[in-house]
């Protein structure tokens, strides 16, 4: 019988698999996980995690999406309201159909925050050494929320004789309700801060005194001094400091003003004016150096005076005023206004006959205010008006810090929160080095963080928008003009539950990997694998066609090249 022979085997067929055979080696690149920065986070005042807030409130954790807000603020109530928001002018959407609305996103977490009555976690630990914060703005709010958390004795001195600085005394209730005001200061000092209010500190023995008693002092105590225009009589009855009138309207009792008010300036402090003029019934016009276009007011406030009747003369200055049977009579002329660049003035040109005149029976200056440094007599090195720091809010003494109004031209209140949690790193990491421990030298996180390997940015260009529908961003209402002026309300009003999860939908969670598997699913190699919650690329079988980082949709992969 003869002996059967099988045949032979095809050079491609096998009957095991494919994993002996290591394609890998025919790559010139290799593709990567990364942890980049979103251009949100980068342009948050505060560094705000805003991705991954987002993502928490998207599956609806909301308490997990407060968390993260409140490791770098502990104001999303107060902030989702007020802040000038440039995360949504660095957001990568705006290039696809519209930025997403963070700020309103803040604030609908924010406010269920308070709703729930959420409150911070004690200290894991209590640490001997304290802290003197002077300022109960929200520099320095901010800075004693950080440094309770971590566990320090922390003394709140505030010369008022209420929390809140410019967020209670220069922002109207219309703009920040007060019961959200207070509920979020609240939270802050319920953590164990010691607060003294009406007090003071205003000779420089009061000062050395503070410095001796306490292991490193953080001043915030904001500006106070009235800028003024060389063209007004600042002892005519008839001129009134903007910032002076606003904090007591704010609290009730505005100085009378007569019918007729010219209010001079262009940011939000200049607008806060005018509105709150508004709804005392007076008329009201804004004369800003600036065009609208150029305004530092943010546009929405700009948009909701004028649909509440206030006047804007625009690109424009006073030249002198005088006093007639009728009233004041202002002399104004057109100008062009061009800014100028970091630490140079701006320059105002004007514009030959182009003269008008304004009719008012009071004018309200509201051009910004600077420090009264006095008080420290010297013993803090200056920078022209402002108190001099370095890039983490150190002054040139040693022990002491600064940030907010008194250090600082950004005059925002998320920029002065993000300076005072940055003094707040700061002192930590100097407070623990003098006792020798070796971790102050690492960088400082309040909370749990993933390691960022690449510094550089997400852009548009690497997130595979095709997986996104093009959606309208979510518009909050606002309250009607006439039932503005008839009354106190919020003007912004919030967004609801459904709306919140739209717009939270559209994030494109920029360099933060959200588990889609969508990188798993199109590679042709098989040479993706999930580990736990990441993912791993295995060299062996890929050969580098960058079909999964092209096919990303938040672009938290790149393709590196490899050199052998």
């Given at each position: 019988?003869?002996?059967?022979?099988?045949?032979?085997?095809?050079?491609?067929?096998?009957?095991?698999?494919?994993?002996?055979?290591?394609?890998?080696?025919?790559?010139?690149?290799?593709?990567?996980?990364?942890?980049?920065?979103?251009?949100?986070?980068?342009?948050?005042?505060?560094?705000?995690?805003?991705?991954?807030?987002?993502?928490?409130?998207?599956?609806?954790?909301f308490r997990g999406a407060w968390e993260a807000l409140?490791?770098?603020?502990?104001?999303?109530?107060?902030?989702?309201?007020?802040?000038?928001?440039?995360?949504?002018?660095?957001?990568?959407?705006?290039?696809?159909?519209?930025a997403l609305s963070i700020c309103r996103l803040e604030r609908f977490v924010g406010d269920h925050a308070i709703a729930q009555r959420w409150s911070f976690a004690a200290p894991p630990v209590e640490r001997d050494a304290s802290v003197a914060v002077v300022g109960g703005g929200p520099a320095g709010l901010s800075a004693a929320y950080q440094l309770r958390r971590l566990g320090y004795r922390v003394t709140l001195h505030e010369a008022r004789d209420a929390l809140g600085g410019l967020m209670r005394h220069g922002i109207p209730s219309y703009r920040l309700a007060r019961d959200v005001l207070d509920a979020e200061i609240a939270r802050v000092v319920a953590?164990?801060?010691?607060?003294?209010?009406?007090?003071?500190?205003?000779?420089?023995?009061?000062?050395?005194?503070?410095?001796?008693?306490?292991?490193?002092v953080f001043v915030a105590t904001g500006a106070q001094r009235q800028k003024r225009l060389p063209g007004l009589d600042y002892a005519q009855p008839w001129v009134v400091d903007g910032a002076a009138w606003l904090a007591a309207a704010n609290a009730g009792a505005p100085p009378?003003?007569?019918?007729?008010?010219?209010?001079?300036?262009?940011?939000?402090?200049?607008?806060?004016?005018?509105?709150?003029?508004?709804?005392?019934?007076?008329?009201?016009?804004?004369?800003?150096?600036?065009?609208?276009?150029?305004?530092?007011?943010?546009?929405?406030?700009?948009?909701?005076?004028?649909?509440?009747?206030?006047?804007?003369?625009?690109?424009?200055?006073?030249?002198?005023?005088?006093?007639?049977?009728?009233?004041?009579?202002?002399?104004?002329?057109?100008?062009?206004?061009?800014?100028?660049?970091?630490?140079?003035?701006?320059?105002?040109?004007?514009?030959?006959?182009?003269?008008?005149?304004?009719?008012?029976?009071?004018?309200?200056?509201?051009?910004?205010?600077?420090?009264?440094?006095?008080?420290?007599?010297?013993?803090?090195?200056?920078?022209?008006a402002l108190l001099a720091v370095d890039a983490v809010q150190a002054t040139g003494a040693d022990g002491v810090w600064a940030g907010g109004d008194v250090a600082s031209l950004a005059r925002f209140v998320t920029d002065a929160i993000g300076q005072g949690k940055r003094a707040a790193q700061a002192i930590d990491r100097a407070l623990r080095s003098r006792r020798g421990d070796a971790a102050a030298r690492r960088d400082w996180a309040p909370g749990p963080a993933a390691a960022t390997p690449r510094d550089a940015p997400v852009e548009l260009?690497?997130?595979?928008?095709?997986?996104?529908?093009?959606?309208?961003?979510?518009?909050?209402?606002?309250?009607?003009?006439?039932?503005?002026?008839?009354?106190?309300?919020?003007?912004?009003?919030?967004?609801?539950?459904?709306?919140?999860?739209?717009?939270?939908?559209?994030?494109?969670?920029?360099?933060?990997?959200?588990?889609?598997?969508?990188?798993v699913v199109v590679c042709p190699d098989l040479a993706v694998r999930r580990t736990g919650d990441g993912y791993a690329v295995l060299g062996d079988y890929c050969k580098g066609c960058g079909l999964c980082v092209a096919e990303c949709p938040t672009g938290s992969m790149d393709m590196v090249e490899e050199v052998r």
């Amino acid at each position: 019988m003869n002996q059967m022979i099988p045949p032979p085997v095809p050079t491609t067929w096998t009957t095991a698999t494919t994993e002996a055979v290591h394609t890998g080696s025919w790559r010139a690149a290799l593709p990567r996980y990364v942890q980049a920065p979103s251009p949100c986070h980068l342009a948050c005042p505060v560094n705000g995690d805003i991705a991954t807030w987002i993502r928490l409130a998207r599956e609806r954790d909301f308490r997990g999406a407060w968390e993260a807000l409140t490791r770098h603020n502990p104001f999303p109530a107060i902030a989702g309201r007020v802040c000038h928001h440039p995360c949504e002018s660095a957001c990568n959407r705006s290039g696809y159909d519209e930025a997403l609305s963070i700020c309103r996103l803040e604030r609908f977490v924010g406010d269920h925050a308070i709703a729930q009555r959420w409150s911070f976690a004690a200290p894991p630990v209590e640490r001997d050494a304290s802290v003197a914060v002077v300022g109960g703005g929200p520099a320095g709010l901010s800075a004693a929320y950080q440094l309770r958390r971590l566990g320090y004795r922390v003394t709140l001195h505030e010369a008022r004789d209420a929390l809140g600085g410019l967020m209670r005394h220069g922002i109207p209730s219309y703009r920040l309700a007060r019961d959200v005001l207070d509920a979020e200061i609240a939270r802050v000092v319920a953590l164990g801060v010691d607060v003294h209010l009406s007090a003071r500190l205003d000779t420089p023995a009061a000062w050395a005194a503070l410095r001796s008693a306490h292991d490193a002092v953080f001043v915030a105590t904001g500006a106070q001094r009235q800028k003024r225009l060389p063209g007004l009589d600042y002892a005519q009855p008839w001129v009134v400091d903007g910032a002076a009138w606003l904090a007591a309207a704010n609290a009730g009792a505005p100085p009378a003003l007569g019918r007729r008010v010219v209010v001079i300036g262009g940011g939000s402090a200049a607008l806060d004016v005018a509105r709150s003029a508004r709804r005392r019934g007076h008329a009201v016009t804004v004369l800003a150096l600036e065009t609208r276009a150029q305004m530092p007011a943010q546009r929405e406030e700009v948009e909701e005076a004028l649909e509440e009747g206030v006047a804007l003369a625009d690109g424009a200055m006073l030249v002198a005023a005088r006093e007639g049977p009728g009233g004041l009579r202002l002399a104004c002329v057109r100008v062009t206004f061009l800014p100028g660049g970091p630490g140079a003035p701006f320059v105002v040109n004007r514009v030959d006959g182009s003269d008008f005149e304004l009719h008012a029976d009071a004018v309200v200056t509201s051009i910004g205010q600077d420090p009264d440094l006095a008080a420290l007599d010297a013993a803090l090195p200056a920078d022209g008006a402002l108190l001099a720091v370095d890039a983490v809010q150190a002054t040139g003494a040693d022990g002491v810090w600064a940030g907010g109004d008194v250090a600082s031209l950004a005059r925002f209140v998320t920029d002065a929160i993000g300076q005072g949690k940055r003094a707040a790193q700061a002192i930590d990491r100097a407070l623990r080095s003098r006792r020798g421990d070796a971790a102050a030298r690492r960088d400082w996180a309040p909370g749990p963080a993933a390691a960022t390997p690449r510094d550089a940015p997400v852009e548009l260009a690497s997130i595979a928008t095709h997986w996104y529908p093009r959606q309208v961003r979510a518009h909050a209402p606002r309250l009607a003009a006439a039932a503005r002026l008839a009354g106190g309300d919020e003007v912004q009003l919030p967004l609801d539950v459904a709306q919140a999860l739209d717009e939270a939908s559209r994030c494109f969670s920029c360099g933060t990997c959200i588990a889609c598997d969508t990188c798993v699913v199109v590679c042709p190699d098989l040479a993706v694998r999930r580990t736990g919650d990441g993912y791993a690329v295995l060299g062996d079988y890929c050969k580098g066609c960058g079909l999964c980082v092209a096919e990303c949709p938040t672009g938290s992969m790149d393709m590196v090249e490899e050199v052998r």
